[in-house]
């Protein structure tokens, strides 16, 4: 069964500096791994997918993540944080036989303080 | 760009009332799926929907839950008795494609059990 671990449930940056929110993946198959973003009173918006394709996958606002199967891992980074990416950011996995059901990671709040 | 949407955002009702929430989808999106938040907690699949029939449900998704497209736009949530522990968050979402298809979410129903 697949599972995934956010490893910080909460991460203060300040503006400017890089960011780093950390995932650990299991999955009995080769996953799909997603990056989501809520905001606060909005839906979850897909950041960035990885599918068995290039290992280091490009996102929208500046947002990374790099596939590690030897790690298991699925970070997202970002080189420079701004105020508008503090939210709620969700690491998912996602079945791939079959209707797809998506495994949610417990969430990470990313804060930028000025 | 197109989005999902949800009604209502905020939904109050006393124990053992019946609730639906309702959905409507991206307009070229075929599979469908309900998501839920209890507050604190991950995000939860509930249950998946593909052509006029459940694809796949959690174990959460009991006989109290049932699914409905009841026209080409809309794709409700019915809970026939509700309980104080269905207080959550439900997210609604669609996806064109099945197998890594990205889903887009809507903007989430709170519902609170009184």
């Known amino acids: 069964a697949q599972s995934v671990t956010q490893l910080d449930s909460h991460v203060s940056v300040s503006e400017g500096t890089p960011v780093l929110l950390r995932c650990n993946y299991s999955?009995?198959?080769?996953?799909?791994l997603f990056w989501y973003v809520q905001h606060p009173n909005k839906g979850l918006q897909l950041l960035l997918k990885?599918?068995?394709?290039?290992?280091l996958v490009k996102g929208i606002n500046g947002f990374e993540a790099e596939f590690k199967k030897s790690e298991t891992s699925f970070h997202l980074t970002k080189p420079s944080a701004h105020m508008s990416d503090a939210a709620e950011y969700f690491c998912v996995v996602s079945t791939i036989q079959g209707a797809q059901k998506l495994v949610f990671g417990q969430g990470t709040r990313l804060t930028i303080n000025p | 760009e197109p989005e999902v949407t949800q009604t209502p955002s905020h939904q109050v009702t006393q124990m053992g009332q019946e609730v639906i929430l309702r959905c409507v989808p991206i307009s070229n999106h075929l599979y469908f799926y309900w998501y839920r938040q209890i507050l604190g907690q991950k995000v939860e699949f509930l249950v998946s929907?593909?052509?006029?029939?459940?694809?796949?449900k959690s174990e959460i998704f009991d006989d109290q839950f049932s699914v409905e497209r009841p026209d080409g736009s809309n794709f409700t949530l019915k809970i026939r008795s509700t309980k104080l522990e269905d207080s959550a968050m439900y997210f609604c979402?669609?996806?064109?494609?099945?197998?890594?298809?990205?889903?887009?979410f809507g903007p989430g129903t709170r519902l609170t059990v009184l």
């Open positions: 979402a669609s996806s064109e494609l099945d197998v890594a298809g990205e889903q887009f």
């Open positions: 990885y599918t068995s394709a290039a290992t």
């Open positions: 999955s009995s198959y080769s996953p799909s």
């Open positions: 929907f593909y052509n006029n029939e459940i694809s796949e």
